[in-house]
């Protein structure tokens, strides 16, 4: 069984900057895939980016430039490196992993979610 808790997110102005973390905790014996999503309100939850285990990284036109996923595979833990942010990403920023729970795998898991509001 695993659980993620997500941290980091806040109020900050646009152009500012925020770091998120997601980490995962449990009986866990491999993580594939990590990725982070948003939901605004009044929209559906769309992809943010993603990173392989192996480090390969693919991110939604609208944060190119501006975010950086990474992840610590020793601590199993992703981040998401925000900056120059603006109004329109204001969200929030929800954790997904795939991942092999004792013997079973598990291919949506999710956090709860982090707000992320920024100020025009």
């Known amino acids: 069984q695993v659980q993620l808790v997500e941290s980091g997110g806040g109020l900050v102005q646009a152009g500012g900057s925020l770091r998120l973390s997601c980490a995962a905790s449990?009986?866990?014996?491999?993580?594939?895939?990590m990725g982070w999503y948003r939901q605004a309100p009044g929209k559906r939850r769309e992809l943010v980016a993603l990173?392989?285990?192996?480090?390969?990284?693919d991110y939604a036109d609208f944060v190119k430039g501006r975010f950086t996923i990474s992840r610590d595979n020793a601590k199993n833990t992703v981040y998401l490196q925000m900056n120059s942010l603006k109004p329109e990403d204001t969200a929030i920023y929800y954790c997904?992993?795939?991942?092999?729970?004792?013997?079973?795998?598990?291919?949506?898991?999710w956090g709860q979610g982090t707000q992320v509001t920024v100020s025009s």
């Open positions: 997904n992993v795939g991942a092999t729970v004792g013997l079973r795998y598990i291919g949506n898991i």
């Open positions: 449990g009986n866990i014996f491999s993580i594939n895939v």
């Open positions: 990173i392989t285990s192996g480090g390969s990284t």
